[in-house]
Structure formats: structure tokens, C-alpha cells
């Protein structure tokens, strides 16, 4: 018990020291803060005063540099007034040359506010100054341009920059001097490399770098020098690549070298505008693209766009010469000499068709007069394309926003002349003029004519696409847009109006031409015969090998889509009905109408290529028809009313009866319906 009594008072004893101590370093604490504070406040104040000191004494030091720089300026004066000059080695030493010209720029200063008249004479010392200035003027000028000689060395570089800025001060007159010398030296620098535009730029790049580092008005400067390399040497290039006088009478050039003008034009026009662009970061003046345009191509731009009017035309008219002489063809618009160049044609070619003697022989093989799908060529109609469409691009970029929906109206209006009027349309006139007619005795060939139409359609496809990628979107002027649209539609209507008519018409031979055949060929025996054929009718064979080899596929290749549809439609029917009119002239025995069923059949295979339902489906309807020529007379009445024919009109089908051979001996009309009208449902 008492060692935990004793151990207990060693604590508190311990505890009663540590808060002692820990009060004694609290108070001491207190005293150095409170000492620090005083001896920051003392040195605030003693800084503040230093400072203050320091002003005072800075002042000081600047007056008495004043002071004495304007005692020296006092006896430089002076002594310039009584000797006629000054001895001082700022002056006479040449390494001092820019402290003197300081100096010389405060004395200079002091003589313009001496009085010209009146008191004292200080022509003396105007003198001194003057001749002083004109000699350091002159050994900066000097210094400068053997340092523009080695620009690419820094040493020299600092002292052009330090002569230039001396001789940029108010009392010299030379500073301009040494800023167009600068200019012309790097107009003299060479400009390697085949594209100048490219050396033009890294000059301009590079000088700017050097008038960065020597000047102080770099942005007054390279404006200048700019205006001057587009003058001196873009205006030259242009001058000597551009002949003039090929814009002044375009009607005069040749082809090659109207087209050779017109991109050399567009090329250099693009590089000048794209390069003063590029440079225009060095002169923020918004005009000065329009001042290069106007002084280096105003003389040529205001030409433009009749030299490419004149361009087009002969160039258009140079390929469809070229092509019309490759192929051995003399063409001729004028209607009386085109019709006797075709009639000649057509003796010749009687000639060698009776020469020869055989007709089947001449199917395929016409002489080079005589139209065909060379009249009409795919590479003619890219050519154009490609012509006028360089020549779109030299619209857009040379035509001021004004006139360029007017020259792309004429570059359309070329463009349909010379492909549709003068080739497309010539090839469908020169086929008309001289197509096969109706009552033709010789088995016709359509086949150049359809290669006309699809190649026509080809090239209409690449044509209507020039004009909506290229033309119209390019016309910014609503009216111009609709005239350019109204002028296409009506071109293009009447080739539209002149192929369907030429298709009609050859829908026409054909069917003439079946008709030829059904009637040569087709014997009464065919049909009203005791014996069974085993094959269909030697007119059936004809008339399905006429289709099958010189008309169905004639027809898909060059028509296609809807058209081709229509067509084969249009065919289908007709040639239904021509076979109906030809089947209802003959009587028919039972042998005889299973002869047709046969020949039904085979005319049913051929028009399946017309991939037509409807067609089909008419020549199934004969099918039906043929029935009421076999049905035992007593069973008539059973299938009269019958799927398609309960269609047909009773009078018809009466009609159709009554071809049978055994109409009257077997009194079939007895066995018909009794009504006498039967309307299609």
C-alpha cells in the first residue's frame, strides 16, 4: 500500500512539472512572436524606405545623365557653330556610327526649333548636321545591303536589323531606300522548281521571315513585297502563256488552241487566287484578291466567255466530223442532198442484193451507206461529255457569280445542239429516211435501228445525269435554271416523240411482214388435209423463226425497262391479231383444226419470250377458240358458256363456227344457243 502512495505522488509531481513548463514555453512563445512582428513592421519600413531612396536616387541619376548628355549635345553644337564641325570620336570613329546617329537625332531635333530668321546665323551648323547625316545615312545604306548579301547569317541579319532601325528614325530619309532595295534583291532571288507558284510561295514564306527579324513594320512591308513578286513575275508568266489576241478573235484559233488557251487560263487563275489566298494571312486588305484579279486577268476574263462558246463549237464539231470520217459516212443536213444520197444508196444496194440473189444472204449485211449502229457512237457522246464538262469546271471558276449561270446555259445549250440536234437526232432522221417500208418484199431489218435506240438510251442516261450532277445545280439563277430545264425537256420530248414513232413503225413492218409470210406461205391444204402433219405449218415455222431470230432479242437488247414492256406488249397484241385475221380466212376440218392446235402451240412458245401474261393469255384464248373446230357438233352448247369463252361475243364465236368444214352438212347452227347476243362480261 504505501509503494502505490508513493507511486501516485512521483505522478502528480511530474504533472505539475509539465504544466509548469508547458505555461513557460507558452509565454515565451508570446514574446518571440510579438518581437518578430516589430521586426517585420521595421523591415517593411526600411524597405519601403530603400525603395523610396532608391527613386530619389534613380531620378537624381537621371537628371545628371540629362544634365550631361545636354551639355555634350551644348558643346557638339558649339563647336559645330565655330569650326564647321565636330571632332568628338562618336563622330569621326565609324564603329560608334549608330551612337552617333543618336546623338545626331537629339541635335537634330534642337536646330529645327532654332529661328530662321532674325538673331543669331546657325547656317553653319545646319550644315555640319546636314552634311554629318547625309555621310551616316550613306554608311548605313552601305552597311545594310553588304549585309542583305549574307542574310542567312545571323551576325548579319542583327546588323541589317540595327541599320534599318537607325535609319528608320525621323532625321534620315533612306529608311524607305533600304526597304526597296530589299524588295527588288528578293525579286532577284531564282525561283527553282518547274511549278513557279510553289517557289513564288516559299520566297514570300521566307522573306517574311527575314522582315520579321529586320524591320518593325513587317505587316506595312510585306503588302508591298507581295503586290510587287504578283506583279513582277505571276503577270510575266501570264503575258507569256496566254497570247492575247487568241481571246480577241477566238472565231480565228483552231480547236487545240482555243482548249490549250482556255486551260492554260483556268490553271493559272486557280494557282494566282489559291496562292493569294494562302497569303493572305500577310495583308489583311479584303480587296486584295480583287485587285489581282482585275490587274494580271481582267483582259482575259472579260473575253472568257465568248472564247469558250467558240471553243465548244468547233471542238463539238471536230469530233463529229472525225467520227463520221472514221466510219466512211458523208453527212449532210440538207434534206435534198441527204435524200439523194440515199437513194443512191439504195441502188446499190438493189444491186448487190439482185447481184448476189439471194435475199437471205443480205439479212445482216447492208452497205456502209445504209444506216446502222455506226451512225450513232457511245465514245462521240463521251467525248461531248467530257468537253463541255472541262468546260463547266472553267465556268465555275472564271465566271463572276453574274455571269455564270448564263455561260452554263450556253455550255447546255452546246451540249444538246451538237449531241442530240447534230448526232442522235441526224442518226434517227437518216434511219427514217431511209427505213424499210410497209410493203417491203424482202424480209425487213430493224436491228441498226434498235441499236440506235439503246445506244441512244445509254448515252441518254449519262447525258440526263450531266445535266443533274453538273449543269443544273451549278445555275444559281432560278430563271436561267428553268429556261435550261425547258430547253432539255423539249429536246429530249422530241427525240422521245421520233424514237417511239420509228419503234411503231417497226412494229408495223413486222407485222406486215407475218402477214407476207401467213399469206405466201400457208396452204388451204394446211388445214382442211385428212392426214395428221406431225409437225406445225411451214407458215407457222417461218413466222416463229422470223420472231424468235430477228425480232424478240433484236428488241431486248436496246429497249429496256417499262419501254420494253410496252413494246412486247404492243407486238403481242398486233401480232394476235393479225394471226386471228389470218386464222379466220381459212375452213378448217377436224384434221385440219388439230393442225392448228399444233401450229397454236408453237406460236404460244414464240410469245412466251415476249414475257408478257397478257399476250399469253390471248394466244391461250385462240387455244379455246380451236375447241369449238373439234367438239362433236352435240357438245357445243356444253362448252359455249365455258371459262374464256363465255367472254367473247356470241357473234364472234358464231362466226368462228362456222369454219368448220361441217358447219352445214352436219346443220351445227341448229345445235347453237338459240340468243343471238352474247356481250363480254
Known amino acids: 500500500g504505501i509503494n502505490a502512495e508513493y507511486g501516485e505522488e512521483i505522478n502528480l509531481k511530474k504533472q505539475e512539472s509539465f504544466k509548469r513548463k508547458t505555461k513557460e514555453h507558452d509565454q515565451f512563445f508570446n514574446v518571440v512572436d510579438s518581437q518578430y512582428q516589430e521586426l517585420d513592421k521595421v523591415i517593411n519600413f526600411v524597405s519601403t524606405k530603400v525603395v523610396h531612396l532608391g527613386d530619389q536616387l534613380k531620378q537624381m541619376d537621371g537628371k545628371r545623365r540629362r544634365a550631361l548628355e545636354a551639355k555634350e549635345l551644348i558643346d557638339y553644337i558649339n563647336e559645330a557653330q565655330k569650326t564647321g564641325s565636330i571632332s568628338s570620336p562618336i563622330f569621326t570613329d565609324v564603329t560608334n556610327i549608330h551612337e552617333s546617329a543618336r546623338v ?53 541579319l542583327e546588323n541589317m536589323k540595327r541599320c534599318a532601325a537607325t535609319l528608320n528614325q525621323p532625321c534620315f530619309q533612306a529608311y524607305k531606300e533600304v526597304v526597296d532595295y530589299f524588295i527588288e534583291a528578293r525579286l532577284k532571288a531564282p ?21 520579321s527579324k529586320v524591320f518593325s513594320d513587317h505587316d506595312t512591308i510585306m503588302p508591298k513585297f507581295i503586290k510587287r513578286i504578283f506583279k513582277d513575275k505571276i503577270w510575266k508568266k501570264v503575258r507569256l502563256t496566254l497570247k492575247l489576241d487568241v481571246f480577241d478573235e477566238p472565231e480565228k484559233q483552231s480547236s487545240q488552241d482555243l482548249e490549250q488557251s ?55 464539231e471536230e469530233i463529229l466530223n472525225q467520227f463520221y470520217n472514221s466510219i466512211k459516212h458523208e453527212k449532210n443536213l440538207n434534206s435534198d442532198a441527204l435524200q439523194v444520197h440515199l437513194k443512191n444508196a439504195k441502188t446499190r444496194f438493189n444491186q448487190l442484193r439482185d447481184n448476189i440473189g439471194s435475199t437471205n444472204n443480205m439479212l445482216n449485211n447492208e452497205p456502209s451507206e445504209m444506216p446502222s449502229d455506226q451512225l450513232l457512237s457511245v465514245n462521240v457522246t463521251t467525248s461531248l461529255l467530257k468537253i463541255h464538262e472541262r468546260a463547266v469546271e472553267r465556268c465555275l471558276l472564271l465566271s463572276d457569280q453574274t455571269a455564270c449561270s448564263e455561260v452554263l446555259k450556253e455550255i447546255a445549250t452546246s451540249l444538246l445542239t451538237h449531241f442530240v440536234a447534230n448526232h442522235l437526232e441526224y442518226a434517227i432522221d437518216f434511219y427514217t429516211a431511209n427505213r424499210p417500208s410497209l ?27 450531266f445535266f443533274n450532277d453538273t449543269i443544273l445545280p451549278n445555275i444559281q439563277n432560278p430563271k436561267v435554271q428553268t429556261e435550261v430545264r425547258k430547253i432539255r425537256q423539249t429536246e429530249m420530248k422530241r427525240i422521245e416523240e421520233k424514237v417511239s414513232n420509228e419503234i411503231n413503225h417497226s412494229i408495223n413492218i413486222i407485222i406486215n411482214w407475218i402477214k407476207v409470210i401467213l399469206k405466201s406461205k400457208q396452204e388451204k391444204e394446211d388445214f382442211n388435209s385428212l392426214c395428221v402433219a406431225q409437225s406445225s405449218t411451214r407458215a407457222c415455222n417461218e413466222v416463229c423463226n422470223f420472231l424468235n431470230n430477228s425480232v424478240i432479242d433484236t428488241f431486248k437488247g436496246p429497249v429496256d425497262g417499262d419501254n420494253l414492256q410496252h413494246v412486247m406488249m404492243e407486238l403481242g397484241v398486233r401480232f394476235h391479231g393479225a394471226l386471228l385475221d389470218h386464222l379466220l380466212q381459212y375452213q378448217y376440218s377436224i384434221v385440219g383444226a388439230l393442225q392448228l392446235i399444233q401450229d397454236l402451240h408453237r406460236y404460244k412458245q414464240t410469245v412466251q419470250h415476249f414475257k408478257e401474261p397478257f399476250v399469253e393469255e390471248l394466244f391461250e384464248g385462240l387455244n379455246k377458240l380451236t375447241q369449238l373446230l373439234i367438239v362433236e357438233p352435240h357438245k357445243l352448247r356444253d362448252i359455249w358458256d365455258e371459262g374464256s369463252l363465255a367472254r367473247i361475243e356470241h357473234g364472234f364465236l358464231v362466226q368462228f363456227v362456222k369454219l368448220r368444214l361441217d358447219y352445214r352438212k352436219s346443220n351445227i347452227q341448229s345445235k347453237l344457243p338459240s340468243y343471238s347476243a352474247h356481250v363480254k362480261q
Open 104 to 156: 545626331l537625332h537629339k541635335i537634330t531635333l534642337v536646330t529645327q526649333d532654332l529661328p530662321e530668321k532674325g538673331g543669331k546665323d546657325f547656317s553653319r551648323l545646319q550644315g555640319v548636321v546636314t552634311r554629318i547625316t547625309d555621310e551616316i545615312e550613306k554608311h548605313l545604306v552601305q552597311d545594310f545591303k553588304m549585309s542583305l548579301h549574307h542574310y542567312n547569317d545571323e551576325e548579319h
Open 191 to 211: 525561283f527553282y522548281g518547274e511549278n513557279i507558284f510553289s517557289a513564288i510561295k516559299d520566297c514570300i514564306n521566307e522573306t517574311s521571315e527575314i522582315v
Open 262 to 316: 482556255l486551260d492554260s487560263l483556268a490553271e493559272l487563275y486557280s494557282q494566282t487566287m489559291g496562292l493569294s489566298t494562302d497569303l493572305s494571312k500577310y495583308d489583311n486588305d479584303i480587296s486584295f484578291a480583287n485587285d489581282i484579279k482585275k490587274s494580271i486577268f481582267c483582259s482575259y476574263l472579260s473575253k472568257y466567255s465568248d472564247t469558250e462558246k467558240e471553243y465548244l463549237l468547233k471542238a463539238s
Open 439 to 465: 410493203d417491203s418484199r424482202n424480209e425487213p431489218v430493224i436491228s441498226p435501228f434498235l441499236t440506235i435506240v439503246g445506244n441512244a438510251n445509254i448515252t441518254y442516261h449519262s447525258l440526263d445525269k
